[in-house]
């Protein structure tokens, strides 16, 4: 849109002639001067001009605009007015592709911090399941001996907490292995 205002502003500021249509005044008074014209042509008597209709303040016109636009070349008011709109458009134009890009560099920045967010709960998720991993393991040995199956290891006399012992210390060492590991492999930050 920023692009056809300013094409448009640009086209009448490089025709003289346009910029000349865009004199409302002119137009205005040259209607009114038609008017009193046709009247006068039309009762055949001598009509003085109003003294409303003033002379054209403009240096290079020194009489009544009676002419059809002939001083196409009397635009330099326009011209000055449309070039200021011309560099406040400009102005406008370089704000709103500063703050386009602002808005991008600060798009960049939240989805390099959701990332971040991201990378943390995907490794919470790797720390978890190996701990899961390893609990699952101690869980099945004591669903196994839980069982009401007949075995000698039941009579040994203390046996059960050695047994639970050496099962969650052997759990734990696999956690910590696996977790040294992921942390090699650099799956885990340090």
């Known amino acids: ?24 005044t002119r137009k205005m008074i040259q209607f009114q001067q038609s008017e009193l014209l046709l009247g006068a042509a039309a009762s055949n008597a001598i009509v003085p001009v109003p003294h409303h209709l003033r002379r054209m303040s403009s240096y290079k016109s020194g009489s009544l605009v009676t002419s059809n636009y002939a001083d196409y070349d009397d635009v330099e008011d326009l011209e000055m007015l449309l070039e200021a709109y011309f560099m406040q ?4 134009r370089n704000k709103i592709l500063s703050v386009r890009e602002y808005i991008d560099d600060t798009e960049d920045y939240v989805n390099i ?7 943390e709960l995907i490794q919470l998720q790797l720390t978890l399941t190996i701990a899961s991993f390893a609990i699952t393991l101690e869980t099945l040995v004591a669903g196994v001996f839980g069982m009401n199956i007949p075995c000698t290891v039941y009579n ?10 050496g099962t969650t210390a052997c759990c734990s060492m696999m956690f910590i292995l696996m977790l040294g590991y992921a942390r090699w492999k650099k799956l885990l930050g340090s």
């Open 1 to 24: 849109m920023f692009r056809q205002v300013r094409d448009e502003i640009e086209h009448l500021l490089d025709d003289n002639e346009d910029m000349a249509h865009l004199y409302l």
């Open 89 to 92: 458009l400009d102005g406008t």
């Open 113 to 119: 911090q959701l990332d971040n967010q991201r990378n």
């Open 156 to 165: 040994v006399n203390g046996i059960f907490g050695y047994f639970v012992g």
